[in-house]
């Protein structure tokens, strides 16, 4: 049983990335997604989060409306599409697993081991 993060890299400024939250030996479906970043001496921050119950998504105030969260049932994935990324963006981004939806990262019980995103001219 595995949560595994991946798609991460570098890019410019303005520029766009799709990280990825694949599960292996459970369905992501009945769980709660939430993606969260650390940035180099910062407290790791809720990013977003794709509910299992009605699909309803949630975002941070400073990636509302440049990023995205979406399911892939058939993949049992979940990505992050991230646009107009800002060197602020840069982090390792992790996502988790909850029963519901939070911004309290004590409710998420599995997590993945996290890919880095810089962003950078």
């Known amino acids: 049983v595995q949560l595994q993060a991946s798609g991460g890299g570098l890019v410019q400024p303005g520029g766009s990335l799709r990280p990825s939250c694949a599960g292996s030996g459970f369905s992501l479906e009945h769980y709660a997604i939430g993606w969260f970043r650390q940035a180099p001496g910062k407290v790791r921050e809720g990013v977003s989060c794709?509910?299992?119950?009605?699909?309803?998504?949630y975002f941070a105030d400073s990636v509302r409306g440049r990023f995205t969260i979406s399911r892939d049932y058939a993949k049992n994935t979940v990505y992050l599409q991230m646009n107009s990324l800002k060197p602020e963006d840069a982090a390792v981004y992790y996502c988790?697993?909850?029963?519901?939806?939070?911004?309290?990262?004590?409710?998420?019980?599995?997590w993945g081991q996290g890919t880095l995103v810089t962003v950078s001219s």
């Open positions: 988790a697993t909850a029963w519901d939806c939070t911004w309290s990262q004590g409710e998420y019980d599995r």
């Open positions: 794709v509910s299992s119950s009605d699909g309803s998504t």
